[in-house]
């Protein structure tokens, strides 16, 4: 069956990254795009970004670009998302879902990043 | 960006009751809306997808429409189960964008 795993949560530094790991399996991983979706305590949820697995192109929200970095591995059927500069407006829930022709049709987990001093 | 303006924001109901999101798009977005329902702890779930088709396995109390520029999505038989979050979201174009969220409760 389809199954996205991300890896798990997080507690950070101001001023830091955080790298959270999607891991998909059950499906051809080069036939979806992979959408990264963040969800902050008691806000609403909050689209960042989508990532193309055949060739890695990326579109960023841009509220978050110079920020946001996704990659892809291939070989691991694995996608990546990496934050920087992190503050505590950053300490969210954060999704990856995936997207062929129908847009959120699977999703990982969700893996908790904590910003704090 | 395309602006999706959600109502209401919260909605108590009684068991039983028929149930209607609303989802307004700032421009043209053709059928390109989803509707996911959010509980705390888990994933967003896809109930509806391109404005008006039931994902496989939802229930068919579940529905969603358009006219123009507006979505609707429609629980016709409220069950204590259907308690959480609702949000829409249009991918029409990047950015997609969510609506702002209709928290449901139980009267």
């Known amino acids: 069956q389809v199954q996205l795993v991300q890896s798990g949560a997080e507690v950070k530094k101001p001023g830091t990254s955080v790298k959270i790991s999607c891991k998909a399996s059950g499906y051809n991983f080069i036939d979806f795009f992979i959408h990264w979706v963040r969800q902050a305590p008691g806000q609403g949820l909050e689209w960042m970004g989508i990532l193309n697995p055949v060739d890695g192109d990326t579109t960023y929200a841009e509220r978050l670009k110079g920020r946001l970095t996704m990659t892809r591995d291939r070989s691991t059927n694995t996608v990546y998302m990496e934050l920087s500069s992190l503050t505590s407006e950053d300490t969210a829930v954060y999704y990856c879902?995936?997207?062929?022709?129908?847009?959120?049709?699977?999703w990982g987990q969700g893996t908790l990043v904590t910003v704090s001093s | 960006d395309i602006q999706l303006t959600q109502s209401p924001s919260s909605l108590s109901a009684s068991v039983g009751d028929r149930v209607t999101i609303t989802c307004q798009a700032s421009?043209?977005?053709?059928?390109?809306v989803n509707w996911y329902q959010k509980k705390p702890g888990k994933a967003p779930k896809l109930l509806i997808y391109d404005a008006s088709n039931l994902e496989s396995g939802v229930p068919s109390r579940f529905s969603g429409s358009r006219s123009g520029p507006d979505f609707s999505f429609t629980i016709s038989s409220l069950q204590p189960d259907d308690i959480a979050t609702y949000f829409c979201l249009q991918y029409e174009s990047v950015p997609h964008t969510f609506g702002q969220g209709t928290k449901l409760e139980i009267k």
């Open positions: 879902a995936r997207a062929g022709s129908k847009v959120g049709d699977s």
């Open positions: 421009q043209d977005i053709s059928n390109y």
